[in-house]
């Protein structure tokens, strides 16, 4: 066997007995626990070089609440962040949501056996705030990442300035239009994300300094499809709309948009999104979109992982909220692949 019982055990959250029971298929076990242990070793195997790596072990719990192509992206920046934090030895456990449910949420919160810290994307609502705060008296430090819980007893955000990000957006779209007319769409997630929610209220102060006027999407289903038919009667309803602000990572939301206005024969003098991933970075490039505002997502997950580190006395220093710079990527800078 690659692995100690134990090991297996601390990655699944589960006891000792139940991943002995389903190693040596004695039943009396759910099909669901025995998947758990199958993607526990499965983890252990992506994370191997840090078990080679002597010294005591720190278990990160990352709780992410998104569409799956972004929980990949965090996932992913996180597995490659790991390394970077020797001689500290961190293993990460994944739980990751795409149901917007909150009760689903809460029992993964309730039930993190032996984490000794949570990086944490989710709603900012009051049974969240209320875990959070759970959690922190419990000894487990919780780091926001990308949207925050300012009210709850979380020890750092890490991720960018939203409302900086949604004034830049705005700032980037006065500028392309100039003297010209005219509307901007502004395209959003539902649910209550205070990173959103920080975007576009940057985004409309500054818009306002401008004289223009925000005309909102919502996606309510997290369907493209979705996107695109509210997009349609968005421009039908309002024919002054000559721009674009999508500040959420839905899947495939941007080439909705995109389409939806090639379909309804109109044109846009600027189009901002967010994050370089598959559905902007080919749309960049092609300059079907005029910017993506991005930021580097392994350096978040690395300075949460250190921040969990400080709340626990490992490292020197006590944790911090830090804000990652915006990158402003145009068809000049962007990558020469897709993410």
């Not at 039943?27 to 002597?54: K, W």
Request: hydrophobic content about 45%.
């Amino acid at each position: 066997m690659r692995y100690r019982i134990r090991e297996i055990a601390a990655q699944a959250g589960l006891s000792a007995a139940t991943v002995d029971r389903v190693l040596h298929e004695r039943g009396g076990v759910r099909e669901s626990t025995v998947l758990e242990v199958r993607r526990a070793i499965d983890d252990l195997d992506r994370q191997r070089s840090q078990l080679a790596v002597g010294g005591r072990t720190f278990l990160i719990d990352l709780v992410v609440q998104a569409p799956p192509r972004f929980s990949a992206a965090v996932r992913a920046a996180l597995e490659a962040a790991l390394p970077d934090l020797r001689p500290a030895v961190v293993r990460a456990r994944f739980h990751l949501l795409t149901s917007p449910a909150v009760p689903e949420l809460l029992r993964v919160l309730a039930d993190l056996r032996g984490s000794h810290g949570v990086i944490l994307k989710a709603p900012n609502v009051p049974g969240v705030v209320a875990a959070v705060n759970r959690l922190d008296r419990q000894g487990v430090p919780v780091v926001t990442l990308v949207t925050d819980l300012p009210g709850s007893r979380r020890v750092a955000y890490v991720g960018v300035d939203n409302r900086a990000a949604g004034a830049t957006a705005a700032y980037l779209i006065a500028q392309w239009l100039g003297s010209a007319p005219g509307e901007v769409l502004v395209v959003r997630g539902h649910g209550s994300y205070r990173g959103e929610d920080e975007r576009d209220a940057g985004f409309r102060a500054e818009l306002r300094c401008h004289d223009r006027r925000a005309v909102e999407v919502v996606d309510e289903e997290d369907r493209p499809s979705a996107v695109h038919a509210a997009t349609r009667a968005a421009l039908a309803a309002h024919p002054g709309l000559v721009a674009v602000y999508s500040m959420y990572a839905g899947a495939g939301g941007t080439t909705a948009v995109v389409n939806a206005f090639r379909d309804e024969r109109r044109s846009y003098q600027a189009f901002i999104a967010h994050d370089l991933d598959a559905d902007n970075t080919p749309l960049l490039r092609q300059r079907r979109i005029s910017a993506v505002l991005h930021h580097d997502l392994r350096q978040d997950l690395r300075a949460a992982c250190r921040a969990v580190l400080r709340a626990r006395k490992e490292l020197p220093g006590t944790p911090w909220t830090t804000p990652s710079a915006t990158q402003v990527i145009t068809p000049h800078n962007a990558p020469p692949v897709e993410f």
